[in-house]
């Protein structure tokens, strides 16, 4: 078994979601926030077996975008002082996606 952790954006966190439970799959929805940009995302944890891994990433793939996300002078302040505080663009998704293995899962 695996447990999948998946970092989405928040405009793609209800598609994600719904698109996997309609294939099946639970989903569980944590509110997130980026150490770099210091927005909010959204990170999905999937349990399921070791045989459906590559079909949670077909579904999240197909599901979230790549943006383009400039930040702010209040943003840059939050990572320090490295970037003079001035506005840069980054690319930032579709979805980071980690995958982990699993000892046991029990419903009690
Ligand atoms: P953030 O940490 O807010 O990062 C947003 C975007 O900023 C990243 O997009 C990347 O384009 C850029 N970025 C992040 N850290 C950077 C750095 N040290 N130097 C230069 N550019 C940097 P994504 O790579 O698509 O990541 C989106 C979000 O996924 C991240 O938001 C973070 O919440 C999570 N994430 C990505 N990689 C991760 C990792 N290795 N471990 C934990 N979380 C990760």
Redesign the pocket.
């Known amino acids: 078994m695996k447990l999948i952790f998946a970092?989405i954006s928040n405009d793609d966190s209800v598609k994600a979601s719904a698109e996997l439970n309609s294939a099946g799959f639970f989903v569980t929805r944590l509110s997130?926030?980026?150490?770099?940009?210091?927005?909010g995302?959204t990170?999905l944890l999937i349990g399921t077996e070791d045989k459906d891994v590559e079909r949670v990433k077909q579904i999240i793939a197909s599901s979230c975008a790549?943006r383009t996300?400039t930040t702010t002078t209040i943003n840059s302040l939050g990572r320090g002082l490295g970037n003079n505080g001035l506005p840069e663009a980054?690319?930032?998704?579709?979805?980071?996606v980690?995958v982990l293995g699993v000892d046991e899962m029990v419903k009690l």
Do not use: E, R, S
Not at 32 to 39: C, I, K, Q, R
């Open positions: 970092i997130t926030t980026g150490g770099y940009l210091m927005v995302n990170t790549k996300h980054v690319t930032v998704g579709g979805a980071t980690f």
